[in-house]
């Protein structure tokens, strides 16, 4: 994953005539965390126009106190109590197994969440809320100006979400199975409206 304006800089290089300097390793190079978070969350921030946006917290270790109890090992929360998004280093660790573009879809999820309170988009609760986070996740990647997400991104995020599925339909905590974690996420992605996203 890439910040828009190193890609910009990588045009005019290749502009004069370097591609083949450039390794493919280089281009590949993954984000760090913190950056991650920072420029996801500015870049959903600013789809919104700024407007609710919640407070997140640098990645906290499993157990630390939340508006909402302790955070649950390799969790990542979006706290309606204090409108903050918590995400456990567990869960940054859990994503970078995948890849940079992983966390930023871990992000995009708690920060829809927040949203979908917000903007009341939510039309259910349970698994579809889920999924509808995954949907809103896929589709800020997709539009935050800021990012850029290439083909390599998109397996990451792709199989992340797949490896976050479960298959306990009767479970409170269910989330969407694995494929249809992949699908709601992979919609998202390929939206140009949010509305892609409304259930
Ligand atoms: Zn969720």
Not at 102 to 129: C, K, R
Request: charged share 15%; hydrophobic share 45%.
């Amino acid at each position: 994953m890439k910040n828009n304006i190193f890609r910009a800089i990588l045009a005019v290089i290749t502009a004069i005539s370097l591609p083949l300097l450039i390794s493919d390793k280089s281009m590949a190079k993954e984000m760090p965390p913190n950056l991650v978070i920072k420029s996801m969350y500015a870049g959903v921030a600013k789809i919104y126009g700024y407007n609710a946006v919640p407070r997140i917290y640098k990645p906290i270790r499993s157990g630390s106190n939340t508006g909402c109890g302790a955070m649950a090992p390799g969790n990542a929360i979006y706290c309606q109590i204090d409108h903050s998004i918590y995400i456990t280093t567990d869960m940054v660790r859990m994503a970078y197994q995948y890849g940079d573009a992983a966390l930023a879809y871990v992000v995009g999820h708690e920060y829809a969440h927040a949203m979908q309170n917000a903007y009341q988009f939510n039309s259910n609760n349970g698994s579809i809320s889920e999924l509808q986070a995954d949907c809103l996740a896929g589709f800020y990647m997709a539009a935050v100006p800021n990012l850029v997400f290439d083909n390599q991104d998109i397996q990451e995020i792709r199989a992340f979400a797949y490896s976050l599925g479960d298959n306990n339909v009767w479970s409170q905590d269910h989330h969407g199975t694995p494929l249809q974690r992949v699908q709601a996420v992979t919609i998202g992605l390929g939206a140009t409206n949010i509305l892609a996203c409304k259930i």
